[in-house]
């Protein structure tokens, strides 16, 4: 049984804060996670995650409070 709060559409935000070799993967995630109903967004900056669903933080330089 799905939780309630695990149902769809989730928001999933995809943190990458260093331009560079890990973008494509960056955003190949984001592209999958809306293909299967999820509310995505490839970021840039920690500060700009929304509140509820995941965050995933990947190739981060910086610490994250």
Known sequence: ???????KPRQVNVVVDTPGWFDPFAEH????AAARGDEAAFLRDAREVKPGGV?????CLKIVP
């Open 55 to 59: 965050a995933f933080l990947l190739s």
């Open 29 to 32: 995630l984001v592209s999958e």
């Open 1 to 7: 049984m799905q939780q309630e709060w695990w149902k």
